[in-house]
């Protein structure tokens, strides 16, 4: 276990959505998340209290959480100083970066000193299977993204807090380093050796009860060029009865890659579904989950309704609005 109350690190971060790790616990495990610790030039904020490393540790805070997920998952050596301090103050240090804690000398030097635990999430524990495409007993639902970082683990946790609400057999299913941050459990996906991706999605949403579902937490996406493969693997190991399109309507391109631009819904409906299909021939898109934080409320609602006349399927936004009428999609 990952020692609570939380630091939340947000180090020197371009914007907010680079501290999504941060947002993701802040949203979803509120109890756990004491402060922040910024560095300057830091561009994101969680509305948190900002604490010193001494602050912190006087609050009693367990662990500094890095909740900074940058491209290529790499520590900073601008950080180097605050882990060591924290370290020395009496806390773990949790990370979900590719980048792990345990193959910085320094670190590792540091907590064996002053008794402490590195905690890398992002690190498979399990000798996964290779996926052999067998139809499993229960449900599961899948969101699939036009793009990264558009709402998908938001929309799966949100469509399961509603579910319980309702009385239904549901459990969200982490893929990504802020979902087991958030649940303590899952798979780091994509640290799992390609091969056995698909295998790994199997192994997390097994055989279970006729009326139970799987929410399974989406990664990148099909039309992005430097991770599409993680949410290829999401798509056939998970063998989903059911697909969620997620989008953010403010992107002028794909996160990281300029000069390409974001698929639409359309696209994204028919390129997910069409290999949906493969393992699952009765998958269906039952819903659009839109991500509205950029836009103001009317301007939410009227783009809401624009996409769901359009696309003639339920949509919200399901951390602003609720997910009851994506969950009362499913079959």
């Known amino acids: 276990?990952?020692?609570?109350?939380?630091?939340?690190?947000?180090?020197?971060?371009?914007?907010?959505?680079?501290?999504?790790?941060?947002?993701?616990?802040?949203?979803?495990?509120?109890?756990?998340?004491?402060?922040?610790f910024r560095l300057p030039g830091c561009n994101a904020d969680m509305g948190l209290r900002d604490m010193t490393?001494?602050?912190?540790?006087?609050?009693?805070?367990?662990?500094?959480?890095?909740?900074?997920?940058?491209?290529?998952?790499?520590?900073?050596?601008?950080?180097m100083d605050v882990l060591e301090e924290a370290l020395a103050a009496g806390m773990d240090i949790a990370s979900?970066?590719?980048?792990?804690l345990?193959?910085?000398?320094?670190?590792?030097a540091a907590a064996e000193k002053h008794g402490r635990t590195l905690h890398d999430v992002r690190v498979p524990v399990v000798d996964y299977p290779i996926a052999n495409g067998v139809k499993r007993s229960g449900k599961r639902c899948l969101a699939v993204g036009t793009d990264c970082s558009v709402g998908k683990m938001y929309t799966a946790m949100a469509m399961e807090k509603e579910m319980r609400a309702q009385g239904m057999d549901a459990t969200f299913r982490a893929t990504g380093q802020t979902g087991i941050l958030i649940t303590g459990d899952g798979v780091p996906l994509d640290a799992v050796i390609a091969d056995f991706?698909?295998?790994?999605?199997?192994?997390?949403?097994?055989?279970?009860?006729?009326?139970?579902?799987?929410?399974?937490?989406?990664?990148?996406?099909?039309?992005?060029?430097?991770?599409?493969?993680?949410?290829?693997?999401?798509?056939?190991g998970g063998q989903p009865d059911a697909l969620i399109l997620c989008h953010e309507p403010t992107r002028t391109h794909m996160r990281g890659l300029?000069?390409?631009?974001?698929?639409?819904?359309?696209?994204?409906?028919?390129?997910?579904?069409?290999?949906?299909?493969?393992v699952n021939p009765d998958c269906k898109v039952v819903g659009i989950s839109?991500?509205?934080?950029?836009l103001g409320e009317d301007e939410a609602n009227a783009y809401l309704a624009e996409v769901e006349e359009r696309m003639g399927l339920p949509t919200v936004d399901p951390f602003r609005h609720?997910?009851?009428?994506l969950v009362n999609a499913l079959d």
């Open 197 to 236: 991706m698909a295998g790994a999605v199997e192994w997390l949403t097994p055989d279970n009860a006729a009326d139970h579902w799987d929410l399974i937490e989406g990664q990148g996406s099909l039309f992005h060029a430097s991770y599409s493969g993680v949410t290829m693997a999401l798509v056939h």
């Open 53 to 79: 490393i001494a602050e912190a540790a006087k609050a009693g805070c367990g662990t500094l959480v890095i909740g900074v997920a940058n491209r290529g998952g790499v520590i900073s050596a601008e950080w």
């Open 258 to 278: 300029p000069t390409y631009d974001l698929p639409t819904l359309e696209d994204l409906r028919d390129t997910a579904l069409h290999l949906a299909r493969r």
């Open 290 to 294: 839109i991500n509205t934080a950029a």
């Open 1 to 36: 276990m990952i020692p609570h109350p939380y630091l939340l690190f947000l180090g020197d971060a371009p914007d907010p959505l680079a501290a999504k790790v941060a947002q993701g616990i802040k949203d979803w495990r509120p109890d756990a998340a004491a402060g922040q």
């Open 102 to 108: 345990r193959d910085e000398p320094r670190l590792v």
């Open 322 to 325: 609720g997910a009851a009428r």
């Open 96 to 100: 979900g970066l590719h980048n792990l």
